[in-house]
Structure formats: structure tokens, C-alpha cells
């Protein structure tokens, strides 16, 4: 693979104490080995950084994992580079986003890390920031790679040559082929020996996913108490639909946890 280096995922926890969600960003160097106080520090040695719409963070950290590793694997720098720039502040340069163009309506940080980690593409599925708190209510809502389905395939197009086949309709929902969904995957493995079960919660997020990808009525973005609303209720038809014990084996959380995927202050006028 041309360009090739090792590319690491890391994870703290998200803005408010005691949420269930991670931060993730990823790296080309591992944090534990070298330490870097800030991004021009990175840059001066050469290295990569993408925040994925969030601060710097010199290390990783989060509850049952000390170092916030979420793994790493091999893939093409170059790659990487094209689909989502690096070294720079996703909040201030829009190069930064990769197809997450506008936080909190097209994805959050785990879509936006997945988008840098799509360069581990080779044979096997990409890597992804999977093993992050949250990221199962995450992508049941924003997708693997965000909602931007049609950006996201012209985009992989655009900086690799090769495509995926373009988005086609399920369910209502707009849905690229050849691409991994970690939510569908887990839940047919969660709920194998439940084929009804399992076929109505990927109707719901089908359903979730076309309803998201809708933009609100106004003149303004919606600010994040709004999204971090609607995405909870999202979150809570599947509650309804799984019961408790389901849930928490699908989604990795309680029902009734509160669960804020947006950082209002990653929004404009924040």
C-alpha cells in the first residue's frame, strides 16, 4: 500500500461527566510513545493529527480504559489526507469535516474518525472507532460514515479512484453499498436467533436514519439541545422496541440513559 503507516484511534470521554459517549480522534503516531503538547507540536515532528470535530488531546482516557486506545491498524496516508485534511481544527476549516460538513446534523466525531480510518480499507472491512462508549447510539442515528451518503461516495470516488456503488434506497433510507454498517453487523449478531425482532429494529433505523438526514424547517442550523433531543427519542423508539435487556446488549447502555451525542459547544454562537 502506498504511503503506508499505522494509523491509531483514541477515545475520551465526551463533554458532559458521566455521559455513556467517547470523543474520538485519530492519529499516525501512538500516544503512549510520543507525546505531543499541542498541534504545532505534532506538525513539527511530522506526524498527524485529526481532531474530528474536537479539541487536542495528548493522551486518551476513558472509564475501563486507561490509555482511550481503540486499536490501530495499517492504510494509505495519502488517502487519509484527501478524505479528511489533517493538523487542522475541524471547528475552523471546512477540509477538516470530510463529509460531516455541519456537526451534529451530518454525524459527530465517531463518523468523522471512521471517514479518516476508511484509508485502512484494503482487502477486509475498514477499521473503525467501534469499541468507543456511545458509538452503537451513534451510528444507530448518523451511520458508519454520516448521512452525507452521496458526498461520502463522491468523495471516496474523488481521493481513491475506485468506488463504492452509489446509494440506493432501504427502507425510506438512502444506503451505500459496499461499505461496512457496524450497527446492522452487531445487531444481527446480538440477535441472530431473532429474525423478526431483528428485521423491525433495522426498519427503525432505517426509518431513524431517512428521518435524520432531514433537514429542520427554519432559518438557522439547530442547535444542539434540539438534536441531542430528537436523537435521545430516536434512541428511545428502540428502547420501546427491544425492552431492557435487548437494549442494553445492543446498544451497550441502559434505557434511560441520558444520552448526548452533540457538544453544544462545537455549534455556532457556543
Same mark, same amino acid.
Given at each position: 500500500?502506498?504511503?503506508?503507516?499505522?494509523?491509531?484511534?483514541?477515545?475520551?470521554?465526551?463533554?458532559?461527566?458521566?455521559?455513556?459517549?467517547?470523543?474520538?480522534?485519530?492519529?499516525?503516531?501512538?500516544?503512549?510513545?510520543?507525546?505531543?503538547?499541542?498541534?504545532?507540536?505534532?506538525?513539527?515532528?511530522?506526524?498527524? #493529527?485529526?481532531?474530528?470535530?474536537?479539541?487536542? &488531546?495528548?493522551?486518551?482516557?476513558?472509564?475501563?480504559?486507561?490509555?482511550?486506545?481503540?486499536?490501530?491498524?495499517? /492504510?494509505?496516508?495519502?488517502?487519509?489526507?484527501?478524505?479528511?485534511?489533517?493538523?487542522?481544527?475541524?471547528?475552523?476549516?471546512?477540509?477538516?469535516?470530510?463529509?460531516?460538513?455541519? #456537526?451534529?446534523?451530518?454525524?459527530?466525531? &465517531?463518523?468523522?474518525?471512521?471517514?479518516?480510518?476508511?484509508?485502512?480499507?484494503?482487502? *477486509?472491512?475498514?477499521?473503525?472507532?467501534?469499541?468507543?462508549?456511545? #458509538?452503537?447510539?451513534?451510528?444507530?442515528?448518523? /451511520?458508519?460514515?454520516?448521512?452525507?451518503?452521496?458526498?461520502?461516495?463522491?468523495? *471516496?470516488?474523488?481521493?481513491?479512484?475506485?468506488?463504492?456503488?452509489?446509494?440506493?434506497?432501504?427502507?425510506?433510507?438512502?444506503?451505500?453499498?459496499?461499505? +461496512?454498517?457496524?450497527?446492522?453487523? &452487531?445487531?444481527?449478531?446480538?440477535?441472530?436467533?431473532?429474525?423478526?425482532?431483528?428485521?423491525?429494529?433495522?426498519?427503525?433505523?432505517?426509518?431513524?436514519?431517512?428521518?435524520?438526514?432531514?433537514?429542520?424547517?427554519?432559518?438557522? +442550523?439547530?442547535?444542539?439541545?434540539?438534536?441531542?433531543?430528537?436523537?435521545?427519542?430516536?434512541?428511545?423508539?428502540?428502547? *420501546?422496541?427491544?425492552? +431492557?435487556?435487548?437494549?442494553?446488549?445492543?446498544?451497550?447502555?441502559?434505557?434511560?440513559?441520558?444520552?448526548?451525542?452533540?457538544?453544544?459547544?462545537?455549534?455556532? /454562537?457556543?
Amino acid at each position: 500500500m502506498a504511503n503506508s503507516v499505522t494509523f491509531y484511534a483514541w477515545a475520551v470521554p465526551a463533554f458532559t461527566s458521566g455521559s455513556p459517549v467517547d470523543h474520538t480522534w485519530v492519529t499516525t503516531f501512538d500516544n503512549q510513545q510520543f507525546s505531543y503538547k499541542d498541534a504545532k507540536a505534532v506538525v513539527a515532528a511530522r506526524k498527524f #493529527y485529526w481532531f474530528c470535530w474536537g479539541g487536542y &488531546h495528548a493522551k486518551g482516557q476513558t472509564p475501563g480504559n486507561s490509555t482511550g486506545a481503540l486499536g490501530s491498524k495499517r /492504510g494509505s496516508l495519502s488517502l487519509a489526507k484527501c478524505l479528511v485534511k489533517p493538523n487542522a481544527d475541524s471547528r475552523v476549516d471546512a477540509a477538516a469535516r470530510g463529509t460531516i460538513f455541519t #456537526y451534529g446534523v451530518d454525524g459527530v466525531c &465517531h463518523q468523522l474518525a471512521n471517514q479518516v480510518l476508511y484509508a485502512t480499507k484494503s482487502s *477486509i472491512r475498514p477499521f473503525t472507532v467501534s469499541k468507543a462508549r456511545g #458509538y452503537l447510539a451513534s451510528t444507530f442515528v448518523y /451511520g458508519t460514515y454520516g448521512l452525507q451518503q452521496a458526498a461520502w461516495a463522491a468523495k *471516496i470516488r474523488s481521493c481513491s479512484g475506485a468506488g463504492v456503488s452509489p446509494p440506493r434506497a432501504t427502507g425510506g433510507a438512502q444506503k451505500m453499498t459496499g461499505l +461496512p454498517d457496524d450497527f446492522e453487523a &452487531h445487531a444481527r449478531e446480538i440477535l441472530s436467533d431473532e429474525p423478526e425482532l431483528l428485521n423491525k429494529l433495522l426498519s427503525l433505523k432505517a426509518e431513524v436514519q431517512s428521518f435524520a438526514a432531514q433537514p429542520l424547517p427554519g432559518f438557522q +442550523p439547530p442547535d444542539a439541545d434540539t438534536l441531542n433531543m430528537r436523537n435521545q427519542h430516536l434512541i428511545d423508539q428502540a428502547a *420501546i422496541l427491544l425492552g +431492557p435487556e435487548k437494549f442494553e446488549l445492543v446498544f451497550g447502555m441502559k434505557p434511560g440513559d441520558k444520552i448526548l451525542l452533540v457538544d453544544p459547544k462545537l455549534l455556532p /454562537g457556543n
